[in-house]
């Protein structure tokens, strides 16, 4: 099933001289499960293709839909809960506030969309114990590593019934080590079903996802497909 959809998507900034195409047909599809890097050289278009794919920003042309849903159909609440349901955002800044624990960042949002304030705890907990931070729940996030931080900015994004994560270069502020884990456990949160893009400048991190999209002057330009593993040559072998 695909999570997120985008049909010739197109947004212009500005005008006249300074008209820029951000995006220019754009087509993109994600599924349940999958994750998808994006990669392109500044100003290619990749922060505006998860801006528009988060319906933090409308497109000029085209339609986008997420889970099943054509956002440009929503009314303006509709999307709005769209946005703290189903869509997940972590940045490469990590945005916790400073004031509550991590367990009670991941649970804020649930807790703002109206989930019980328990329900919304098991909920936090189960996310940052997904990321392996069970023991770090009570702490606050200046007395957690760049990379925990990070790791409960993922556990927030991924916490109650969100479908589609984006992340704007999550791993763009760690080092080598704590950004593989970061793109490991994006991929680990796709196996259980979740969709993702990721905007990633590394191409080592960007062979954690299962396709690679790379944009130039808002277009796509290319799409990689994983290479096929030793295993499905083996069962190639195997066909009659
Ligand atoms: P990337 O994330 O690949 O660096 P962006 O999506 O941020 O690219 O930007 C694509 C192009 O659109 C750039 O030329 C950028 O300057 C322009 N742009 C992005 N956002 C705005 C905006 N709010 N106003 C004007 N121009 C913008």
Known sequence: ???????GVAKTYGDGAAEVHALDGVDLTVTAGQMVAVMGPSGSGKSTLLTIAGSLEEPDRGEVLVAGMALRELSRNARAR???????????DFNLLPGLTAAENVALPLELDGVPGRTARGAALRALEEVGLSARAPHFPD?????ERQRVAIARAVAGERRL???????????SGNAEAVMRLIHS????????????????????ADR???????????????????????SQGQTP
Request: neutral net charge.
């Open 1 to 7: 099933m695909s999570i997120l959809e985008l049909r």
């Open 82 to 92: 769209l946005r703290r349901r189903t869509v997940g955002y972590v940045f490469q």
């Open 143 to 147: 007395q957690l590593s760049g990379g």
């Open 165 to 175: 994560l984006l992340a704007d270069e999550p791993s763009g502020a760690l080092d």
């Open 189 to 208: 949160a796709c196996k259980r079903g979740v969709a993702a893009v990721v905007v990633t400048h590394d191409a080592q991190l960007a062979s954690w």
């Open 212 to 234: 690679v999209v790379f944009l130039r002057d808002g277009k796509i330009v290319d799409q990689t497909m994983p290479m096929a593993g030793p295993e499905s040559l083996l």
